[in-house]
């Protein structure tokens, strides 16, 4: 059982550069979500979503573009990357009967120089 | 708007003694609270939640935390740190089943030999 699976790991990009992380589950849970973690200020939300084809905005939803086509991939595109991009991305997903206990993915590491 | 503060940003403690992580929370509803830990170059973990019901919770590795409404606090404690215990831990709040994690600041534990 894989749980939550985030790719890459580690990437590097250059200002103005556009990428996609990647997020899947397979534990068939309905809800996603992408936080970002930076020193001194925990995690952040950037986007959500409670299903397929729905997402909505979290509290950091800046320079970030999310959809759900799937109940198991929630990929999050950054369109232009800016040097406060830089951070470290999770994904998480929970169920809706699971009284909001995430199950998180490892982490990407993105620098943008 | 839900918000959560950890108080003290790096806690250090000597091996075997008691391990206090302060977490104060507000919300205007009876709220999920939650503590995650993080070990270093991993996602988080579920340490322990409260929902509903006795509010005294135990979790895993020996913590436990009491949810007092009238402090509006979610304190976690262990009553004897072991070195595996190092680690980033993390306060977490959500207004209902479903809703949005709010996380705090993180706070850094240190555990000397």
């Known amino acids: 059982n894989a749980g939550v699976t985030q790719t890459p790991k580690f990437q590097v990009l250059k200002t103005g550069q556009s990428m996609t992380l990647q997020c899947a589950q397979d534990?068939?849970?309905?809800?996603m979500s992408w936080y970002r973690q930076d020193p001194g200020m925990g995690l952040r939300l950037i986007h959500y979503?409670?299903?397929?084809?729905?997402?909505d905005q979290g509290e950091v939803p800046n320079g970030y573009n999310v959809s759900r086509s799937t109940t198991e991939d929630f990929p999050l595109r950054l369109l232009s990357a800016a040097p406060s991009q830089t951070s470290v991305y999770f994904c998480?997903?929970?169920?809706?009967?699971?009284?909001?206990?995430?199950?998180f993915g490892a982490g990407s590491r993105l620098t943008v120089l | 708007a839900q918000s959560v503060t950890q108080l003290g940003s790096h806690v250090s403690v000597s091996e075997g003694a008691l391990v206090l992580l302060r977490c104060n929370y507000s919300?205007?509803?009876?709220?999920?609270l939650f503590w995650y830990v993080q070990y270093p170059n991993q996602g988080l973990q579920l340490l322990l939640k409260?929902?509903?019901?006795?509010?005294l919770v135990k979790g895993i590795n020996g913590f436990e935390a009491e949810f007092k409404k009238s402090e509006t606090s979610f304190h976690l404690t262990k009553p004897s740190a072991h070195m595996s215990d190092a680690a980033e831990y993390f306060c977490?709040?959500?207004?209902?089943?479903?809703?949005?994690?709010?996380f705090g600041q993180g706070t850094e534990l240190s555990v000397k030999p």
């Open positions: 998480a997903s929970n169920a809706v009967s699971g009284a909001n206990v995430l199950t």
């Open positions: 534990m068939n849970h309905e809800y």
């Open positions: 979503s409670v299903g397929a084809g729905i997402t």
């Open positions: 919300s205007s509803v009876p709220p999920y």
């Open positions: 409260y929902t509903t019901g006795a509010t």
């Open positions: 977490a709040v959500s207004k209902n089943q479903g809703g949005k994690l709010i």
